[in-house]
């Protein structure tokens, strides 16, 4: 399963690091380290399939350093965020600025190492998908050179954001993306929209889908995933 991956950890906490950077590498994974986010920022953040940040660190936080990364470098890489604080709000923070997963400290290694294979797992069959002509779910199908969604026999006539919302979901199942980040990779930035911009074309795309629309879920307070 390792194929490779490449994993960038950015931890303050010395010890830590190293046992993160041992048991990764343990199980296969080309594993980097660094110990502040300015430390990190000065390496070719291209090169890696995922990033562990530590939340909590110097005067650049994991999540000022997940922004930096969406939204100055344009990466979508992974990123798992590794906290000692678990309040609701941090999960959403967390969320918003694009995390694929959020680990709660103290957390076990093994629990680690199944976060980390899940979400490469995702990136994987992304990747699988890159040269497909289409992507099948069951009985959904995305067209991927028409950009058209056919669920069984029968055709889904939608507008282009509610495709670009249904491939962005289903391209990544499981994977919570917030209002911002939809807002954020669908909508071109000189456009000026509204969280509720993405409500309403979920919507709208849920009820064109019909009994199927119930793949799309919304986590209260977090986002929309898509799930099987």
């Known amino acids: 399963m390792s194929e490779n991956f490449r994993i960038l950890v950015v931890e303050d906490e010395e010890d830590l690091n190293e046992i993160l950077k041992f048991n990764l590498e343990s199980e296969g994974y080309l594993v980097d380290t660094s110990f502040s986010a300015e430390e990190a920022l000065k390496r070719d953040l291209t090169i890696y399939h995922l990033m562990i940040l530590d939340v909590m660190m110097g005067k650049i936080s994991g999540f000022s350093l997940a922004q930096k990364i969406r939204k100055e470098m344009q990466l979508d890489v992974p990123i798992i ?84 919302i249904i491939s962005l979901l289903a391209k990544s199942p499981g994977r919570i993306f917030s209002r911002e980040e939809i807002l954020r990779r669908i909508w071109e930035s000189d456009v000026i929209v509204i969280d509720r911009t993405v409500d309403v074309n979920i919507t709208r795309l849920r009820r064109k889908m019909e009994e199927y629309g119930c793949y799309i879920r919304n986590k209260p307070g977090f986002g929309y995933y898509f799930e099987i």
């Open 81 to 164: 965020f590794l906290t000692a604080r678990d309040t609701e709000n941090d999960l959403l923070t967390g969320f918003n600025v694009g995390a694929d997963d959020y680990i709660a400290k103290p957390f076990s290694i093994r629990a680690l190492q199944a976060r980390v294979k899940a979400v490469l797992k995702r990136v994987k069959n992304l990747h699988a998908d890159t040269d497909a002509t289409s992507m099948n779910i069951g009985e959904i199908i995305l067209d991927l050179e028409s950009k058209r969604l056919n669920i069984g026999n029968k055709k889904i006539e939608l507008t282009r954001k509610e495709y670009e």
